[in-house]
């Protein structure tokens, strides 16, 4: 499995970003591809799920309301659209593979998301 996220940037408070995570190597019924980050000094944690075949999603409490996950099954993206960006928001963004269940793993190298005050 490999996964190549991508979409981050430097932004002002407010603004919005869609992240993208191509997908590849199989096919992803019964799995779940998620999104986690990790800012400064910080460890990493979890943003976002999805599960491939239902499109049925989860996100962390403090995303809701501003962070979407949705799919395209046709592409094999992952997408994370991101609202109302803070400052809090700065990380790198990695995208993960879990099937079903199972911990995340295969997690890509990340993109940079910067939020400006």
């Known amino acids: 499995v490999q996964l190549q996220a991508s979409g981050g940037g430097l932004v002002q408070a407010g603004g919005s970003l869609r992240l993208s995570c191509a997908a590849s190597?199989?096919?992803?019924?019964?799995?779940?591809l998620a999104w986690f980050r990790q800012a400064p000094g910080k460890e990493r944690e979890f943003v976002a799920h999805?599960?491939?075949?239902?499109?049925?999603?989860s996100d962390a409490d403090p995303v809701k309301g501003r962070f979407t996950i949705s799919r395209d099954t046709t592409k094999k993206v992952v997408y994370l659209q991101i609202d109302s960006l803070e400052p809090e928001d700065t990380a790198v963004y990695y995208c993960?593979?879990?099937?079903?269940?199972?911990?995340?793993?295969?997690w890509g190298q990340g993109t940079q998301v910067t939020v400006s005050s």
């Open positions: 999805i599960w491939w075949s239902s499109g049925y999603t």
């Open positions: 993960a593979v879990a099937l079903g269940g199972q911990n995340f793993k295969n």
């Open positions: 190597g199989r096919t992803f019924s019964g799995y779940r």
